[in-house]
């Protein structure tokens, strides 16, 4: 599950950089992905038991 995750953050956050370079950092395609990442890093900083993350 942990290295899944990790993997899937490594994917969306070079999407969010390409993505960002090619739309800009305001677009809503960015945003978005942005946002997904965000939930990932979260769910995988809840695996880790790092405080500060966000339950849903």
Do not use: V, W
Not at 16 to 45: F, H, P, R, V, W
């Amino acid at each position: 599950m942990k290295r899944k995750l990790e993997d899937e953050i490594e994917s969306a956050r070079k999407e969010l950089i390409t993505i960002a370079k090619q739309k800009g950092l305001s677009s809503m395609e960015t945003l978005q992905i942005s946002k997904a990442l965000d939930c990932l890093i979260n769910e995988y900083n809840s695996l880790e038991g790092i405080p500060g993350h966000f339950e849903r």
